[in-house]
């Protein structure tokens, strides 16, 4: 293998705490737990409705924007355009796990270690900005106009690395997202994020037909000999 795929919404970030925290400032007075994971339910079914065609494509604040005023206006919460807006630029400096930075670094010095995730460009470099997170490279949704798990997203950031699938392996909590990238000739590896959810119940057994199963990222530079 030369090069690490990361998922970075739970796997790298702690998107739960740092939207939840946006949501007690920006709406206090309201649950910001529960609007924070009925925002976060409604991410893949709408990235699904993009990849079917039954939307145009559409960039993932774009998104976000839509179904965060969906939750709104279903929990009878007011905001205005300004609120919304700076809920949805949260996502880019919501917090890095504690090993996630070290343990990137740590992996680094033996292989090409990159972001691919469904955001944009913009976010995932202000994230990366705001934790240090040292990608070598960013393979962001804008790249080719598709989300995960659509077979372009994987083997677009293989081509973009000229390296075949099979020397790509793929890094996330979320088993879905591993069985997709390991259809298309990727190894995986699965990340235990127990907290992902913010103390809900999350399922963290991964597959036996991952390559690697990790506490951690540091865990996981560990099993790799890093």
């Known amino acids: 293998m030369?090069?690490?795929?990361?998922?970075?919404?739970g796997t790298v970030a702690d998107w739960?705490?740092?939207?939840r925290d946006a949501m007690a400032t920006e709406l206090p007075g309201h649950d910001a737990a529960a609007l924070t994971r009925e925002w976060r339910r409604r991410y893949a079914?709408?990235?699904?409705?993009?990849e079917s065609g039954e939307l145009p494509w559409r960039g993932l604040d774009d998104l976000q924007t839509e179904t965060l005023r969906g939750v709104l206006a279903e929990s009878g919460v007011a905001a205005d355009d300004a609120t919304v807006a700076r809920l949805v630029h949260a996502w880019r400096t919501i917090p890095g796990w504690p090993d996630s930075a070290p343990g990137l670094a740590r992996l680094?010095?033996?292989?090409?270690?990159c972001a691919l995730s469904n955001g944009s460009v913009a976010l995932l470099s202000e994230m990366?900005?705001?934790?240090?997170?040292?990608?070598?490279v960013i393979g962001a949704s804008n790249l080719w106009h598709h989300y995960k798990p659509a077979p372009e997203t994987y083997l677009g950031l293989a081509r973009l690395l000229e390296v075949e699938p099979a020397q790509v392996m793929m890094v996330a909590t979320h088993q879905s997202d591993l069985?997709?990238?390991?259809s298309h000739g990727l190894h995986t590896a699965f990340?235990?994020?127990?907290?992902?959810w913010g103390g809900d119940p999350k399922d963290d057994s991964g597959s036996p037909h991952n390559d690697f199963h990790a506490r951690d990222i540091e865990d996981l530079a560990t099993q790799l000999d890093v």
């Open 128 to 136: 990366a900005k705001h934790n240090d997170f040292g990608w070598d």
């Open 16 to 19: 739960f705490t740092g939207i």
């Open 108 to 113: 680094r010095r033996r292989f090409t270690v």
């Open 2 to 9: 030369r090069v690490l795929a990361f998922d970075t919404f």
């Open 179 to 182: 069985d997709a990238a390991r």
């Open 191 to 196: 990340i235990e994020r127990p907290a992902e």
């Open 45 to 50: 079914p709408i990235l699904a409705r993009v």
